[in-house]
């Protein structure tokens, strides 16, 4: 059993980037971005209407507040102001999620704030702080979605929330299991069968080759398919269909 | 009996505007800036823990997207955009007035947008619109605190909303009861001997001197003194006492 | 003879919107988006350096400080801040300009801006006063290109300043001369060949046809091809086909 | 002989943080803020306008894009958009002041930049490059104001650029003549007596206290006093007036 995540609706006013309709036919979690590296408020309404509508989960993609950067540049945050930032938008989503009759339930770091809180302890206890102080208008703290391994998950768990591991199908991993840094060339797999392939290794057998070759552990209760490629919402409907026939289950994490 | 509102929470990262502590510790009710043209999460933060602790209601003071101009520059916003970036402001305020043990409980249009949806139906549509959305996390729609006579309560009214009427001790009437515009001369009241007497005859007699110095009436619930400036809370201060002396009750509308 | 401008450079970050390298192949005058309503600071470095490679005149594309609504909910903005604000913008695309051997040769308005000019006198004149202020960084004030009748251009040429008149061969035109508002379903013209046929219409002859198809004058030095529809480069490049075999030659004011 | 500096400028639309007025009768040279921290169009205009009516020299104080954390938190920017955004202000700073009738004639990086780049040499390059970039609208490119021994110079006088050394009277140094980090308790000199001491004692003998009592060398061409805190004007008067009594000539650097 796997679940499915994207990142959705990170255009910002009369810029789009993800296919959000075609990517919520495919996904069962949708990663929605709350304002502060892309989604404003309209759009954040139009996806929460369409995933609620579609029993799609809804989660925040947090984010450093750099619009500019699409929140991919590592920023020094202050932990207090990071907690309160994080906490900011995910009220933000809430209100319309709640409106679409659904809720936000569970939080994902994007960017540079999800690179930063694998090894950062610090910033990562401003996330957890951040998902703590908004549990008032969640029905209790939410589970945060990450990386195995990471701070993240190691301090999410110290403090009694629920964690979600997540593998990536299109990223290369070293032996030790961490992704391949994107500077690198090899960092990306761009081959679809590839990618194919390597998801359901991960979902059927916990199992993906590392650079090299040799297989790997890698365990993983979602798996991110990315949306902002061309192509993007098709690789995820072929990622699902080889699922399918690997007799994989997919359905959102509880 | 009447409710003092006043605009808190006005600063924005290394900026500070309003003397909030001193502030929370006269009015009833405290109009918090949610970001939009004031208002960082920390202090949205630090304020609404504050008014919680001293019993000050909170309320959202949202506005058009206007860091720039501090919300003063009327825009032509689309509705439906409006309407989103309303309910956006109220869900990131209620996660701190959730956290702080209290609730997000009225909402209050800020500056430019204040002024628009006196006369402006769509715009006013529109805000009621956004109120309306937030509902799903608020314990139902808020009230609206607004100028008698306006477009946005006879539109809230009007879908069933309750709405709260306000005056102005500092601000000078027309015959007609309408606010002389700010860019008139006369527009503001600057001695603070008049500004008490003024809102002791607001509160108590529902009655103020226009321009010319014929008294007219006013009907308001809620009395709002201004934080912005120097000496704004000892002039608030002064202003709670003569209502004290003069018999009135200073409370929080309900 | 007749000069092609196009909107360039309207991305902002992760976003992208025009295929400025196809544009920069056909237009003969680039509006370049100064960072109010879009375009990046490496934007517009790339931006200048193509357009000064290829020999297309540099514009700045002026417009209000607003990234979420793209520059079009018109704004009121008090004209002495306005006319900063332009300044501000011209001067930061001057360095871009400068920087590849080229410079900003004049300045458009963007938006609901450039609509504001057209009738609000106050504004026009704030936007000819942040040009006069840039004067002193561009060799001399620039010319304002805009359109014929509007405010904009009278007030520019009341002070002195050189003027270019501009039409629009995708855009419905009332017996009057004016533009048919986009709320009109029929304000632009969707086929490609009527809008080439109206392309060479206003080039060749100053005329095209109004709504209800009785022929009209229209003065234009400029033709504006629109650069952020799907298709739009090369239906310029049609355009500009169509003008030449009229005999039409295509070529930057002066 | 020694320069006096203060940043300047630092408000932002309705606030405002440092007193231009005061602190311009004071200074030789003014770091005004470009936009990116702090400073708005007009604010840039009538802090350049007053420092050319008194003389005073204006430089372009350049800082990451970070308005809510007033450029005090650290970025990750890729080199390439960094060059960029510091070309960007400065062209945009150029156009008020080349209107006064002056011209920016240095550049001195703000907050977490201006730590960043005394030990990051990448940014060091980066910051080098936008000012290479912008020496088209400058009449060459500007020297840098900055630490002693830090990249930043050393990479400027790399390319040939000039540069100049600063030094602050109201920081602790280590023996090893770096500053002590804010974060120590002890890295703030807060007694006026002492601030205007240690001026003197930099300008006339090189030499300043560090931690612990020994002197040790402080090579500084210009002294950089604070402009943020109450009083601070007055501060920088008495630092002025003790310097001239002490023989030291205050003149701007060449």
């Known amino acids: 059993m796997i679940d499915l995540n994207a990142d959705l609706g990170e255009g910002f006013g009369r810029w789009s980037l993800t296919d959000d309709e075609a990517l919520l036919s495919v996904v069962t979690s949708a990663n929605v971005a709350c304002g502060f590296h892309a989604g404003d408020p309209s759009t954040m309404r139009r996806v929460c209407a369409l995933a609620a509508e579609r029993g ?37 989503l809430q209100v319309f999620a709640r409106a679409a009759g659904s809720r936000v339930s569970y939080v994902k770091p994007h960017g540079a704030l999800y690179n930063r809180v694998v090894h950062d302890n610090e910033q990562a206890e401003a996330v957890v702080s951040g998902v703590l102080r908004s549990g008032a208008i969640c029905d209790g703290p ?65 199992t993906v080759a590392a650079l090299g070759g040799e297989p790997i552990a890698v365990r993983a209760r979602s798996l991110c398919v990315h949306g902002d490629t061309p192509g993007a919402a098709q690789l995820a409907w072929r990622v699902r269909g080889a699922l399918a026939s690997a007799g994989v289950r997919v359905e959102a994490f509880t």
Request: hydrophobic share 45%; aromatic share 6%.
């Open 142 to 206: 939410l589970p945060l979605l990450g990386l195995p391994g990471s701070r993240l998950l190691a301090v999410a768990e110290g403090v009694g929330l629920p964690v979600v591991t997540e593998a990536f199908a299109d990223r290369a991993y070293t032996w030790a299991g961490t992704l391949v840094p994107r500077r690198d060339p090899e960092a990306v797999v761009h081959d679809p069968e590839a990618v194919i392939a390597r998801a359901v290794g991960i979902a059927r057998d916990g």
């Open 56 to 92: 799609v989960r809804i989660g925040a993609q947090v984010s450093y507040r750099d619009l500019a950067g699409f929140g991919r540049r590592a920023m020094d945050v202050p932990p207090e102001e990071l907690a309160d930032e994080i906490a900011y938008q995910i009220g933000a």
